[in-house]
């Protein structure tokens, strides 16, 4: 049988030869057919806009009677499970181009060694150094947040000699990792990653026989330390394996020792409850507070203890606060979007308004809440709705084109492998997105957490922080999906590309105040792209850059030792300040940003009155249950 895939249609001029050899009546010739793109382009001298075997396809070509694209998911998604959600494709594929482009650099693998000979140089004179002064200072310094070689037994022979290696090697390997041409930025910074994770891996620190504090323990305690580790790996190996909570944990229940603040659910749809606190003060301000948190955690991270809530801190003030609380999604949420994720909020900010009626709202955002409720905040703007007073984002970034070193687990490649993961169970575990977490800083939660709990057989004591990160969600297929490809891929909502509802919806339109907050120590949301939401937004902005991480830096209580905070407010007509620049400028000052905030929504808001009911009374928006719910307890 001929293969008909690459036959096309005879041009216009071939037609018309055709039909004169046939036929010289003119009328006989008339073609009324109208000519295709590809013989207008052949008629221009140009080339067809698609090939013709793309365009034309076999008429005895059947379609396939499965799913090969089924196959891929299933195959993908179960080898997910034992790399945590990390594609091996796409790191293949950064390796072997950083691997060929350092092979054409001759120029780059002459520098690299250079380089190693002069640190071997560096090691070799410090050793002779070293042998006439055991007091001589090393060659290498360990970077200011590494505090794995802290402990004084690291100066002693031949402990120094074995931890200054180590450090050598590491600064050699980040070398040759960056500055490659034809390399992009996000490339070296896998490779780097990589590396490190496996140098971290092999660290002296990690064994007894080369960590002078283990092997010192050891010799005291006759093994002692040992033995206790072996029963703490078995216990967090049960507890892991069983689906329980991390040891500690049991002391940080909410509604009795965390998210205490006292409540009532006013509100509850299928993906969140709505907490109304009650009021600790005669009078209150006339503009309630709603806070939407991130729903990759828990809502109670800004409702901790009694003494670092910031929720009860609000309410002392004389505010009366609304809280969102998130549903823990299952595999029967796994087509929950995110225009289902708006409406939910759209819902909210309805109960909010039927409660405190004929009021605006101060809108605050925490995470990817803020993320969130920033997009509803242009949408209410496009839509001409005036209900908010203001709004405020912590830690909330709304430009995602360098969103922090979650950016390495944030590429085509991983995107994909990670919808195949969640195309099979349905939602994005825990666990998956901890590990993620966890590499991000492997020396302090991974290996560090090995050789205090295991090897030096000592239980780190839990704190309400801790137990709060250990409290996770699950993120739903189609939301988490939409979520990395449109904010994080594609940045459409800095681009004014975001939809919501069908249409648009863009920064520039918001008109409220905003106050904003990032911390200096934040890998999630770096500072200087939080910092971004200048360049977005028109009305006056107040930027507020506190001491921290990007949850230690938001707990952030009044009385709270170290903290410090810079701020400063931009006007609407006022010159761009670049981040480089800002805290030059920006006001210094010491302890909490949190009477900041309330001073400024202080001057915001319109006067004061009477505390409202608890709910409605009776009706949609009655009190259901005391707080904190019952989504918070859904495992």
Same mark, same amino acid.
């Given at each position: ?9 005879? =041009? ?26 590809? %013989? ?24 396939? /009677?499965?799913? =090969? ?12 499970? !034992? ?12 390796? !072997? ?20 000979? +002069?640190?071997?140089? /560096? !090691? ?16 290498? %310094? ?53 590396? /490190? ?70 509100? /509850? ?35 901790? *203890? ?64 803020? =993320? ?17 007073? *203001? ?45 993620? !977490? ?10 560090? +957490? ?55 919806? =863009? ?81 210094? +000052? ?31 928006? +009655? ?13």
């Amino acid at each position: 049988m001929p293969d008909t895939r690459t036959r096309t249609r005879p =041009t216009a001029k071939q037609k018309q030869a055709s039909a004169d050899s046939v036929s010289p009546d003119p009328q006989e010739t008339t073609d009324d057919e109208p000519e295709t793109p590809d %013989e207008q382009a052949e008629e221009r001298g140009e080339l067809a806009p698609e090939p013709p075997e793309i365009v034309h396809h076999s008429p005895f070509e059947l379609p396939d /009677r499965y799913s =090969t694209r089924s196959l891929d998911r299933a195959a993908n998604a179960h080898l997910a499970r !034992f790399t945590l959600g990390v594609t091996p494709y796409g790191m293949a594929s950064t390796f !072997f181009t950083w691997g060929v482009h350092l092979m054409g650099a001759p120029g780059k693998q002459v520098q690299l060694a250079e380089k190693a000979a +002069r640190k071997a140089m /560096r !090691f070799g004179v410090y050793m002779t150094q070293l042998a006439r002064d055991p007091n001589t200072p090393g060659c290498i %310094e360990p970077l200011p947040h590494d505090h794995r070689f802290d402990h004084e037994g690291w100066q002693r022979w031949p402990y120094n000699l074995i931890h200054q290696s180590f450090l050598l090697t590491q600064q050699w390997w980040y070398n040759a990792a960056c500055d490659i041409d034809g390399v992009t930025k996000h490339d070296e910074h896998v490779v780097s990653f990589v590396t /490190r994770q496996m140098l971290d891996m092999v660290s002296p620190s990690n064994f007894i026989a080369t960590n002078p504090e283990i092997t010192q323990a050891t010799l005291d305690e006759g093994g002692g330390n040992l033995v206790r580790g072996m029963q703490n790996f078995l216990e967090d190996w049960e507890r892991a394996v069983s689906g329980k909570p991390s040891v500690g944990t049991e002391d940080f229940v909410p509604g009795r020792d965390v998210a205490a603040t006292p409540g009532k659910v006013v509100f /509850r749809n299928h993906l969140l409850e709505l907490i109304q606190y009650a009021p600790q003060t005669d009078k209150v301000k006339a503009e309630p507070i709603l806070i939407v948190p991130a729903w990759i955690m828990k809502y109670y991270i800004l409702d901790l *203890s009694p003494h670092n809530s910031l929720v009860k801190y609000l309410v002392e003030q004389g505010y009366t606060v609304f809280m969102v609380s998130w549903r823990n999604p299952t595999a029967e949420d796994r087509d929950m979007g995110m225009a289902e994720y708006f409406d939910a909020i759209e819902e909210a900010f309805g109960a909010v308004g039927a409660i405190v009626p004929k009021q605006k709202v101060h809108a605050m955002g925490y995470c990817l809440g803020g =993320t969130l409720i920033a997009a509803k905040a242009a949408q209410m703007a496009r839509d001409g709705q005036d209900r908010l007073a *203001s709004l405020t984002l912590l830690a909330t970034q709304v430009d995602f084109s360098e969103p922090g070193e979650l950016q390495l687990f944030i590429s085509e490649s991983e995107v994909t492998f990670l919808e195949n993961m969640m195309w099979d169970q349905g939602y994005l575990d825990t666990k998956q997105m901890a590990g993620a !977490f966890q590499l991000l800083r492997s020396a302090d939660l991974i290996w560090s +957490r090995y050789t205090h709990d295991y090897l030096m057989g000592e239980r780190q004591d839990m704190f309400d922080l801790m137990a709060w990160n250990d409290d996770a969600t699950r993120l739903p297929y189609r939301m988490h999906s939409e979520y990395l490809r449109k904010l994080y891929l594609g940045n459409e909502l800095a681009q004014g590309q975001y939809q919501i509802g069908d249409k648009p919806v =863009t920064l520039d339109a918001i008109e409220v105040p905003l106050f904003c907050v990032s911390t200096t120590s934040d890998h999630i949301a770096p500072w200087h792209s939080v910092y971004k939401l200048h360049l977005l937004t028109e009305p006056s902005l107040t930027f507020v850059l506190t001491s921290g991480g990007h949850n230690a830096g938001i707990v952030s209580e009044p009385g709270h030792k170290g903290r410090t905070f810079h701020i400063h407010t931009t006007g609407k007509d006022d010159s761009y300040i670049p981040p480089e620049t800002w805290e030059t400028v920006a006001t210094p +000052r010491e302890g909490s940003w949190w009477p900041a905030l309330v001073d400024w929504l202080n001057e915001r808001s319109s006067g004061k009155t009477a505390p409202p009911k608890m709910g409605t009374g009776k009706g949609k928006y +009655r009190p259901l249950e005391d707080a904190p719910g019952t989504y918070v307890f859904q495992k």
